[in-house]
Protein backbone atom coordinates (compact mmCIF):
# COMPACT_ATOMS: atom_id res chain seq x y z
CA UNK A 1 0.00 0.00 0.00
CA UNK A 2 1.70 3.18 -0.90
CA UNK A 3 1.54 6.92 0.94
CA UNK A 4 -1.64 8.01 -0.94
CA UNK A 5 -3.29 4.54 0.09
CA UNK A 6 -2.20 4.83 3.64
CA UNK A 7 -3.57 8.14 4.01
CA UNK A 8 -7.02 7.97 2.08
CA UNK A 9 -7.44 4.46 4.84
CA UNK A 10 -6.46 6.25 7.79
CA UNK A 11 -8.72 9.36 7.04
CA UNK A 12 -11.89 6.98 6.75
CA UNK A 13 -10.52 5.32 9.25
CA UNK A 14 -10.48 8.31 11.69
CA UNK A 15 -13.89 9.67 9.89
CA UNK A 16 -15.66 6.14 11.31
CA UNK A 17 -14.27 6.40 14.55
CA UNK A 18 -14.26 10.09 15.33
CA UNK A 19 -11.10 10.16 15.48
CA UNK A 20 -9.14 13.79 14.62
CA UNK A 21 -12.79 15.16 13.16
CA UNK A 22 -14.79 15.02 16.49
CA UNK A 23 -14.12 18.48 17.38
CA UNK A 24 -15.62 19.59 13.97
CA UNK A 25 -12.97 21.89 11.28
CA UNK A 26 -9.74 20.61 11.66
CA UNK A 27 -6.59 22.07 9.44
CA UNK A 28 -4.51 20.29 7.35
CA UNK A 29 -1.93 20.39 9.56
CA UNK A 30 -3.28 19.37 12.06
CA UNK A 31 -4.07 15.68 10.18
CA UNK A 32 -0.59 15.71 8.70
CA UNK A 33 0.71 15.58 12.32
CA UNK A 34 -2.12 13.20 13.85
CA UNK A 35 -1.55 10.95 11.01
CA UNK A 36 2.41 10.54 11.10
CA UNK A 37 2.53 10.70 6.91
CA UNK A 38 3.11 13.50 4.61
CA UNK A 39 1.38 16.40 3.38
CA UNK A 40 1.07 15.26 0.24
CA UNK A 41 -0.76 12.30 0.94
CA UNK A 42 -2.83 13.78 3.68
CA UNK A 43 -3.78 16.17 0.96
CA UNK A 44 -4.64 13.84 -1.76
CA UNK A 45 -6.96 11.91 0.95
CA UNK A 46 -8.85 15.06 1.54
CA UNK A 47 -9.28 15.81 -1.85
CA UNK A 48 -10.34 12.22 -2.89
CA UNK A 49 -13.01 12.36 0.21
CA UNK A 50 -13.89 15.29 -1.06
CA UNK A 51 -14.66 14.45 -4.28
CA UNK A 52 -16.45 11.63 -2.64
CA UNK A 53 -18.89 14.02 -0.95
CA UNK A 54 -17.99 12.80 2.42
CA UNK A 55 -15.55 16.33 3.36
CA UNK A 56 -16.10 19.99 2.81
CA UNK A 57 -13.21 22.33 2.53
CA UNK A 58 -14.55 25.44 4.20
CA UNK A 59 -11.68 27.43 3.43
CA UNK A 60 -8.17 27.17 2.36
CA UNK A 61 -7.36 25.30 5.72
CA UNK A 62 -10.60 24.39 8.06
CA UNK A 63 -11.92 20.60 6.83
CA UNK A 64 -14.99 19.19 7.98
CA UNK A 65 -16.89 16.65 7.57
CA UNK A 66 -20.17 17.24 5.24
CA UNK A 67 -23.60 17.52 6.30
CA UNK A 68 -26.55 16.44 4.27
CA UNK A 69 -29.01 18.51 3.38
CA UNK A 70 -32.74 17.77 4.84
CA UNK A 71 -33.73 15.79 1.27
CA UNK A 72 -30.49 14.32 0.96
CA UNK A 73 -30.66 12.85 4.81
CA UNK A 74 -34.05 11.82 4.28
CA UNK A 75 -32.99 9.55 0.82
CA UNK A 76 -30.04 8.40 2.76
CA UNK A 77 -32.57 7.33 5.39
CA UNK A 78 -34.77 5.34 3.25
CA UNK A 79 -32.33 3.85 1.64
CA UNK A 80 -30.50 2.30 5.05
CA UNK A 81 -34.28 1.09 5.69
CA UNK A 82 -33.36 -1.29 1.75
CA UNK A 83 -30.36 -1.93 2.06
CA UNK A 84 -29.80 -3.07 6.15
CA UNK A 85 -32.69 -5.81 6.24
CA UNK A 86 -31.39 -6.97 2.39
CA UNK A 87 -27.70 -7.05 4.29
CA UNK A 88 -29.21 -8.91 7.30
CA UNK A 89 -31.02 -11.77 5.43
CA UNK A 90 -28.59 -12.56 3.52
CA UNK A 91 -25.79 -12.61 6.59
CA UNK A 92 -28.18 -15.28 7.68
CA UNK A 93 -27.21 -17.32 5.31
CA UNK A 94 -23.72 -17.03 5.25
CA UNK A 95 -22.67 -16.07 8.92
CA UNK A 96 -20.04 -18.09 10.54
CA UNK A 97 -19.59 -19.33 13.90
CA UNK A 98 -16.92 -16.95 14.61
CA UNK A 99 -18.82 -14.02 13.42
CA UNK A 100 -22.03 -15.06 15.26
CA UNK A 101 -20.53 -15.02 18.48
CA UNK A 102 -18.35 -11.82 17.60
CA UNK A 103 -22.11 -10.52 17.54
CA UNK A 104 -23.26 -11.81 20.85
CA UNK A 105 -19.79 -9.97 22.75
CA UNK A 106 -20.89 -7.11 21.18
CA UNK A 107 -24.19 -7.39 22.34
CA UNK A 108 -22.91 -8.60 26.15
CA UNK A 109 -20.47 -5.37 25.58
CA UNK A 110 -23.38 -3.28 24.58
CA UNK A 111 -25.19 -4.23 27.77
CA UNK A 112 -22.46 -3.63 30.13
CA UNK A 113 -21.81 0.30 28.87
CA UNK A 114 -25.89 0.80 29.19
CA UNK A 115 -25.52 0.27 33.20
CA UNK A 116 -22.47 2.44 33.05
CA UNK A 117 -24.52 5.39 30.93
CA UNK A 118 -27.64 4.61 33.32
CA UNK A 119 -25.06 4.57 36.57
CA UNK A 120 -23.75 7.94 35.45
CA UNK A 121 -27.12 9.80 35.05
CA UNK A 122 -26.62 9.74 31.26
CA UNK A 123 -23.38 11.96 31.69
CA UNK A 124 -20.39 10.26 30.73
CA UNK A 125 -19.66 11.52 27.14
CA UNK A 126 -16.96 8.57 26.84
CA UNK A 127 -19.55 6.04 27.89
CA UNK A 128 -21.98 7.64 25.10
CA UNK A 129 -19.28 7.41 22.68
CA UNK A 130 -18.26 3.80 22.81
CA UNK A 131 -21.96 2.64 22.42
CA UNK A 132 -21.92 4.59 19.14
CA UNK A 133 -18.52 2.80 18.21
CA UNK A 134 -20.14 -0.62 19.34
CA UNK A 135 -23.18 0.44 17.40
CA UNK A 136 -21.08 0.86 14.43
CA UNK A 137 -19.48 -2.82 14.99
CA UNK A 138 -22.85 -4.52 15.52
CA UNK A 139 -23.87 -3.27 12.18
CA UNK A 140 -20.52 -3.52 10.20
CA UNK A 141 -19.95 -7.09 11.51
CA UNK A 142 -23.32 -7.56 9.48
CA UNK A 143 -22.59 -5.94 6.48
CA UNK A 144 -19.06 -8.15 6.32
CA UNK A 145 -21.02 -11.44 7.34
CA UNK A 146 -23.27 -10.76 4.10
CA UNK A 147 -20.10 -10.95 1.50
CA UNK A 148 -21.27 -7.91 -0.42
CA UNK A 149 -18.57 -5.20 -0.65
CA UNK A 150 -20.43 -2.43 -2.56
CA UNK A 151 -22.84 -2.83 -0.45
CA UNK A 152 -20.92 -2.34 2.73
CA UNK A 153 -19.37 0.47 0.94
CA UNK A 154 -22.51 2.24 0.13
CA UNK A 155 -23.73 1.64 4.23
CA UNK A 156 -20.27 3.07 5.24
CA UNK A 157 -20.50 6.02 3.16
CA UNK A 158 -23.55 6.77 4.85
CA UNK A 159 -22.81 6.12 8.28
CA UNK A 160 -19.54 8.50 7.69
CA UNK A 161 -22.35 11.59 6.49
CA UNK A 162 -24.67 10.27 9.46
CA UNK A 163 -22.07 10.36 12.31
CA UNK A 164 -21.84 14.63 11.37
CA UNK A 165 -25.29 14.68 12.98
CA UNK A 166 -24.53 12.41 15.88
CA UNK A 167 -28.10 11.06 16.00
CA UNK A 168 -28.44 10.03 19.50
CA UNK A 169 -25.83 12.89 20.67
CA UNK A 170 -27.20 11.60 24.38
CA UNK A 171 -28.92 8.15 24.96
CA UNK A 172 -32.05 7.67 27.11
CA UNK A 173 -33.51 4.88 28.79
CA UNK A 174 -35.75 4.08 26.04
CA UNK A 175 -33.43 4.61 23.23
CA UNK A 176 -30.99 2.28 25.39
CA UNK A 177 -33.62 -0.71 25.50
CA UNK A 178 -35.04 -0.52 22.10
CA UNK A 179 -31.68 -0.44 20.52
CA UNK A 180 -30.34 -3.70 23.29
CA UNK A 181 -33.19 -5.37 22.41
CA UNK A 182 -33.15 -4.99 18.40
CA UNK A 183 -29.72 -5.79 18.10
CA UNK A 184 -30.16 -8.72 20.33
CA UNK A 185 -33.23 -9.79 18.23
CA UNK A 186 -31.12 -9.63 15.07
CA UNK A 187 -28.26 -11.68 16.61
CA UNK A 188 -30.30 -14.26 17.76
CA UNK A 189 -32.05 -14.61 14.02
CA UNK A 190 -28.71 -14.66 12.55
CA UNK A 191 -27.28 -17.01 14.72
CA UNK A 192 -29.99 -19.57 13.69
CA UNK A 193 -30.00 -18.89 10.26
CA UNK A 194 -33.42 -17.31 9.96
CA UNK A 195 -33.54 -15.03 7.23
CA UNK A 196 -37.20 -13.82 7.43
CA UNK A 197 -36.96 -13.08 11.04
CA UNK A 198 -33.04 -11.32 10.37
CA UNK A 199 -34.66 -9.10 7.76
CA UNK A 200 -37.56 -8.20 9.94
CA UNK A 201 -35.87 -7.15 12.90
CA UNK A 202 -33.02 -5.05 11.14
CA UNK A 203 -35.94 -3.39 9.03
CA UNK A 204 -37.64 -2.56 12.50
CA UNK A 205 -34.33 -0.93 14.11
CA UNK A 206 -33.28 1.33 11.13
CA UNK A 207 -36.70 2.63 10.36
CA UNK A 208 -37.23 3.51 14.05
CA UNK A 209 -33.37 4.98 13.99
CA UNK A 210 -34.17 6.30 10.82
CA UNK A 211 -37.35 8.43 12.00
CA UNK A 212 -35.59 9.32 15.20
CA UNK A 213 -32.78 10.87 13.23
CA UNK A 214 -34.79 13.00 10.81
CA UNK A 215 -36.63 14.05 13.86
CA UNK A 216 -33.48 15.19 15.65
CA UNK A 217 -32.17 16.98 12.25
CA UNK A 218 -35.75 18.63 12.16
CA UNK A 219 -35.03 20.09 15.97
CA UNK A 220 -31.50 21.14 15.02
CA UNK A 221 -32.26 22.79 11.84
CA UNK A 222 -35.43 24.69 13.81
CA UNK A 223 -32.82 25.37 16.29
CA UNK A 224 -30.50 26.99 14.31
CA UNK A 225 -33.13 29.03 12.43
CA UNK A 226 -34.37 30.57 15.61
CA UNK A 227 -30.92 31.43 16.53
CA UNK A 228 -30.48 33.11 13.78
CA UNK A 229 -33.44 35.26 13.86
CA UNK A 230 -32.33 36.33 16.93
CA UNK A 231 -29.25 37.43 15.96
Known sequence: MNLAQQGYCWMRAELLNGGAFSGGRVSLNTLVAQSGLGRTPVRDAVNRLAAEGLLELVDRSGITVRVP?????????????????YAAEQAATRIDY?????????????RGVARAIRDAQFSDEAAHQRMRALDW????LILDAAGNQRLCRIV??????????????????????????????IGQAL????AAAARLWMWRH???????ML??????????????NEE
Not at 137 to 140: D, E, G, T
Not at 206 to 212: D, I, K, N, P, S
Open 206 to 212: ARRGGHA
Open 156 to 185: EDQHLLLHKIRYPSRYTVHHLARTLLEHWR
Open 137 to 140: AFHS
Open 98 to 110: VQAARLRRLCREM
Open 69 to 85: GTEELREMVELREAIEP
Open 215 to 228: ASSDENRKAREAKD
Open 191 to 194: ARGD
